[in-house]
């Protein structure tokens, strides 16, 4: 729970993916953000233009972060703003969750791994997901792998807005096994 | 109805628990991970009407605790609810011994559907 990182400012946004991200990335995590969050959170979710991120500024308050093993390797961060994870984690658990209850915490992984899980099946291949972490507080930054960009997908709710961090890459190997932790 | 909740979220064992109080259950235990569900399991000697258990939790995981229960318990009703939406891990959780499958994220609807379909195929088969 202690990993560090940032959650994207989401400056100059490109007009277009630039070529580094892959569509195939951005789709399934998408879809798999609407999915969660209109069956679990009764929200309904606008995305934002997905952009690379290329500064480490952090920008949020809360994330949730899922390691993926296997096919593929990266991580999956799902980043909120205090006000907006108070109000969309008490809605998915259908009572008021204060940012210092135990359950606060609980409910932020559980979404993230949900996102996580939606994304994983969607991309194909055999890959496994960790155990939630989650790192409350301003500032954070989390470290990622260096040689693969981090997608960053913008979220609006009615209840604030938040942010999906996507990095992962495939493994190349000719005998891909992947069983689950 | 006697329930035993297995997943490593307290926010998601709360979220089934209302759903299934709903469905008449008036005594629901809850674990953590395999490890604290085997300890519920073996000092509740009368069993359980239905386990539902997680795949991905820390001390030991899901599908470990399907296979472990099933070493000597073939009978009561046990449904995967989790994030593991791959075919070939539904495939393994049947083989494991689930007798229903579940993936996250679910609406309450279908998990009343999922429990009743799998307490309704049991009795039909007893």
């Known amino acids: ?181 | 109805m006697k329930i035993l909740l297995v997943d490593d979220s307290r926010t998601m064992r709360s979220i089934q628990k209302k759903v299934l109080e709903a469905l008449g259950s008036n005594e629901v235990a809850e674990a953590a991970d395999g490890m604290e569900a085997l300890g519920i399991i073996a000092s509740t000697p009368a069993g359980f009407n239905l386990i539902v258990v997680d795949w991905n939790m820390p001390n030991m995981d899901g599908i470990t605790l399907v296979r472990k229960i099933r070493e000597r318990d073939k009978a009561t009703p046990l449904i995967m609810a989790t994030t593991e939406a791959e075919k070939t891990r539904v495939i393994d959780a049947i083989k494991a011994g689930v007798n229903n499958y579940i993936i996250k994220p679910f609406t309450p609807e279908t998990l009343l559907e999922k429990v009743r379909q799998t307490l309704a195929r049991l009795q039909k088969a007893a």
Not at chain 1, 1 to 20: D, F
Not at chain 1, 35 to 45: I, S
Not at chain 1, 146 to 172: H, M, N, R, W, Y
Request: hydrophobic share 45%; with cysteine; charged share 10%.
């Open chain 1, 1 to 181: 729970m202690t990993q560090p990182a940032a959650i994207s400012t989401p400056q100059a946004l490109p007009s277009a993916p630039p070529a580094s991200l892959d569509p195939k990335l951005i789709v399934p995590l998408i879809n798999s953000i609407r999915a969660v969050f209109g069956t679990m959170v009764k929200l309904t979710v606008t995305i934002q233009r997905p952009h690379v991120k290329t500064s480490p500024a952090p920008m949020y308050d809360v994330s949730g972060i899922i390691g993926l093993s296997g096919d593929f390797i990266g991580s999956i961060v799902v980043s909120f703003q205090m006000e907006a994870a108070a109000r969309i984690v008490s809605l998915f658990a259908g009572t008021t969750l204060a940012p210092d209850s135990p359950d606060f915490p609980d409910a932020v992984g559980e979404l993230a791994n949900m996102i996580a899980g939606g994304t994983k099946k969607a991309l194909g291949g055999m890959a496994s997901i960790t155990v939630p972490n989650v790192v409350i507080g301003g500032g954070h930054v989390i470290a990622r792998l260096s040689d693969v960009p981090c997608l960053v997908i913008p979220c609006q709710t009615p209840v604030g807005s938040f942010a999906a961090e996507v990095s992962i890459k495939k493994v190349q190997r000719s005998n891909a096994s992947g069983g689950v932790a």
